[in-house]
């Protein structure tokens, strides 16, 4: 850049009166460029500051001043890379406007992006802030529902259940708004040309270059100069993990949850769970009382003791979003699960008792193959086309029984129906063939719908293996369950100071629809199959309590049902029975198995005294903690306990954890074969 070259000049009367340099052009443009960037930082810092109002009522009660100022520090830095990155391509404009004396085109490229990227932001803001209150964290895995669920139904959902047109409405006034201001903000630099008309030096001229140099690449690496750049783990600023959550961008959170996605679907994605790649100590770290082997599935083999008495019909029931804590002493006031509380006294019922996932699909995908969830989308991974051996209806079949999935939604939801097809089942029968769209919504048919057709399609003749698949506690809670008898008008006393009315008592209502309708169907099949047995557990916690900040057990556990008096009057459960979604289909084997049966589990029997933990996604339960398995490992307490006294070892429940998940992901996304010791470890 010759900085003495004139870039405009006017001629008049032999008199130059005006004189532009390159440089001139230059300092001007980087100050316009330098007020964009100042422009998007305040946005996407408003942006956070909505977000932390908006929820504000999901903090910690310890959370103050410091903790606020300190996240909005760390956010600062996320702010300054994403407005650095779009500053980029509009620097670069400004150096060839400069030098070939086009002011226009870099004009023109910073309001264009700089529009651009302010219009994007207030959407992608306002999309975050309800993602935040329905899944507590900005966008993470669940955003990819957008690729795999079923979009029309998410755009049914969405629009009945929120007000999306008064929405739309104020993002295009706040856009044209911020647009509006932009433009006027853009207009002048921060000092005016003729101030920067003096004679700079040529080495200082290089030195502030190399300085704006410095700058951006610091910007665009979060403000590091370091050995790394900025990264997801330097969130975790503050005490509050909640607002730990809200202090990167939603453009973080997006890119974070795309690139986690796609590490996983490819080798790299067994570092996730077991960095170094050796499985053959992570098999050792699971499986310490049994030998090496070649094969993953060669550690899964189960011997089953033997059943005196089997049962002839087992019937297990998904439940939308059926969680533990209404089961708890303190909630019993609302009557929200009564009909599985009243089995649950001749029956077994666990409440220490964690899921495979946080989503339908993933619970589903764990509870139908016997493999943990580990982010990967098991249903759409190639292997799932056949069964699993771990598959509990290809393991039943074995059995000689005959496998049913029944599910009040529609068979092309996630390729449900094709996929338990492959996964064992003999029938395959969902919302579309049960009450031709009379009842439900695009979620599905009513719970009482969908119990009606079992009944009619199960004949009690062969022996079965049945799993039934509810929908009706799920938005947009459509069920008039008033008319159904839901009499719930006010908060009980006792829980009216935890209240705050984000839920409404009718959404909690569709909780109490779904309970009745299950313990009547129960009550109902019971009679009219011969020694029958029911297992009855929710597919994942609802998202859905009564105020903002449920306690870690609240929001991370479902119950496990257990019921057949014909059945179980012999069985005699530990004190303290503790488990998650995989120990459901060995105890339901076990107990239906002849002695020396050879099947395959990831799980054990609930029923078993010395079982005392439990699995789940990014969570461990024992007798009297649960816990967290993160970044860090967080032992939490369970109900109203206190922690335990003895507290376990945190990095000896992550190596547990890490082993489990790594195991399970190199079965579905590698095989069974298990990589030789010594042998190159998976590449990204």
Wanted: hydrophobic share 45%; glycine share 10%; net charge positive.
């Amino acid at each position: 850049m010759r900085g003495n070259t004139p870039a405009a000049g006017i001629r008049q009367m032999g008199r130059l009166l005006s004189t532009r340099t390159v440089w001139d052009d230059f300092t001007v443009h980087v100050q316009k460029d330098a007020k964009l960037w100042a422009f998007l930082v305040a946005l996407l810092a408003a942006v956070r500051a909505v977000l932390m109002t908006t929820h504000s009522g999901q903090l910690d009660r310890t959370t103050g001043a410091a903790a606020l100022l300190a996240a909005f520090a760390s956010g600062l830095r996320y702010d300054c890379q994403v407005a650095t990155w779009v500053i980029v391509p509009v620097l670069l404009a400004s150096v060839v406007g400069s030098a070939t004396a086009s002011t226009g085109l870099p004009d023109r490229v910073r309001l264009g992006l700089g529009t651009a990227v302010v219009a994007l932001s207030v959407v992608i803001g306002g999309i975050d802030l309800g993602y935040v209150g329905e899944y507590g964290n900005q966008f993470d895995h669940f955003v990819l529902g957008l690729v795999f669920d079923d979009f029309r139904a998410i755009v049914a959902t969405i629009w009945t259940g929120y007000p999306v047109g008064w929405g739309l409405l104020a993002m295009f006034v706040l856009v044209a708004g911020l647009v509006w201001s932009l433009r006027r903000w853009l207009r002048r630099p921060f000092i005016d040309a003729p101030a920067t008309r003096r004679s700079i030096p040529t080495l200082a001229r290089g030195m502030l270059v190399a300085v704006l140099a410095v700058v951006v690449v610091a910007g665009v690496r979060g403000g590091s100069l370091g050995s790394r750049p900025l990264q997801e783990k330097d969130a975790a600023t503050t005490p509050d993990h909640f607002l730990n959550r809200l202090i990167p961008t939603p453009y973080h959170a997006l890119w974070q949850a795309v690139a986690d996605y796609l590490k996983l679907q490819r080798a790299a994605g067994l570092t996730a769970y077991v960095p170094d790649g050796n499985l053959a100590r992570a098999a050792r770290i699971l499986f310490p009382d049994q030998p090496p082997h070649s094969t993953v599935d060669d550690y899964l083999v189960r011997v089953a003791a033997g059943s005196a008495d089997p049962p002839r019909h087992l019937l297990l029931l998904i439940m939308e979003s059926y969680d533990a804590w209404p089961l708890a002493d303190r909630y019993r006031s609302l009557g929200l699960t009564e009909g599985v509380r009243e089995l649950g006294r001749t029956g077994i019922l666990v409440t220490r008792f964690v899921p495979a996932s946080t989503g339908t699909m993933s619970s589903l995908g764990a509870l139908l193959t016997g493999l943990p969830d580990v982010n990967v989308y098991t249903h759409h991974q190639p292997a799932a086309r056949r069964p699993f051996p771990s598959s509990p209806a290809a393991i039943f079949r074995r059995l000689g029984c005959r496998t049913r999935m029944f599910y009040a939604g529609y068979l092309s939801w996630q390729r449900i129906g094709e996929f338990c097809a492959a996964q064992g089942f003999d029938e395959v029968h969902g919302g579309g063939a049960i009450d031709r769209g009379r009842s439900g919504n695009e979620w599905g048919v009513e719970d009482e719908a969908l119990f009606a057709y079992v009944e009619q399609h199960l004949p009690a003749d062969r022996p079965s293996f049945n799993v039934i698949i509810t929908t009706s506690y799920h938005p947009p809670f459509n069920v008039d369950v008033r008319s159904k008898g839901f009499a719930l008008q006010v908060m009980p006393p006792s829980l009216a100071p935890l209240y705050d009315g984000r839920t409404s008592l009718v959404t909690f209502g569709h909780l109490w629809y779904s309970d009745r309708a299950a313990a009547r169907f129960i009550g109902v099949m019971d009679q009219r199959l011969p020694k029958a047995l029911f297992a009855l557990t929710g597919d994942h916690w609802s998202r859905r309590f009564l105020n903002r900040t449920p306690a870690f057990w609240e929001r991370s556990t479902v119950p496990l049902l257990l019921y057949g008096p014909s059945v179980l009057s012999g069985v005699r459960p530990p004190d303290v029975p503790v488990g998650g979604h995989l120990d459901i289909a060995p105890t339901l084997i076990e107990v239906s198995a002849p002695a020396g049966f050879v099947y395959h589990s990831l799980g054990d029997n609930l029923l078993v005294p010395q079982r005392r933990l439990g699995f789940g996604s990014g969570r461990v339960i024992g007798p009297d903690y649960l816990a967290e398995i993160g970044e860090r490992v967080t032992i939490h307490p369970l109900s109203d306990q206190v922690p335990p006294t003895t507290a376990p070892d945190p990095e000896e429940l992550r190596r547990l954890y890490n082993a489990w998940s790594g195991l399970a992901w190199w079965r579905i996304m590698k095989g069974n074969a298990l990589p030789a010791a010594g042998s190159p470890q998976p590449s990204p």
